[in-house]
Nanobody, 122 residues
Framework: QVQLVESGGGSVQAGGSLRLSCAASGRTFRRYSMGWFRQAPGKEREFVVANRWSDGSTLYADSVKGRFTISRDNAKNTVYLQMNSLKPDDTAVYYC???????????????WGQGTQVTVSS
């Protein structure tokens, strides 16, 4: 079992930055592939970025490529999402997810956090 807790959300003006954190429980965190997803009001949850534990590969949604960066600190059982050049369209609840076997843009991850709100004003 893995428990995930996101933090770092908040309100920011367009062009600003935020860094989200996702703290995971469990001693085998380093063997989990991690993903970030988001869900805006009235919209379906969408993929943001994923990181594969075995080789560090990353996959970004086109909408965030070049602006968002995923990283992880296995010693701290934490994955981060650095978000730069934020736009109003980035406003959403952001969720982190973990899975031992799956890595990719689909919502097939076994474990999910509760989400953290990000609001970007114009």
């Amino acid at each position: 079992q893995v428990q995930l807790v996101e933090s770092g959300g908040g309100s920011v003006q367009a062009g600003g930055s935020l860094r989200l954190s996702c703290a995971a429980s469990g001693r085998t965190f380093r063997r989990y592939s991690m993903g970030w997803f988001r869900q805006a009001p009235g919209k379906e949850r969408e993929f943001v970025v994923a990181n594969r534990w075995s080789d560090g590969s990353t996959l970004y949604a086109d909408s965030v490529k070049g602006r968002f960066t995923i990283s992880r600190d296995n010693a701290k059982n934490t994955v981060y999402l650095q978000m730069n050049s934020l736009k109003p369209d980035d406003t959403a609840v952001y969720y982190c997810a973990a899975d031992l076997w799956y890595y990719g843009p689909e919502s097939q991850y076994d474990y999910w956090g509760q989400g953290t709100q990000v609001t970007v004003s114009s």
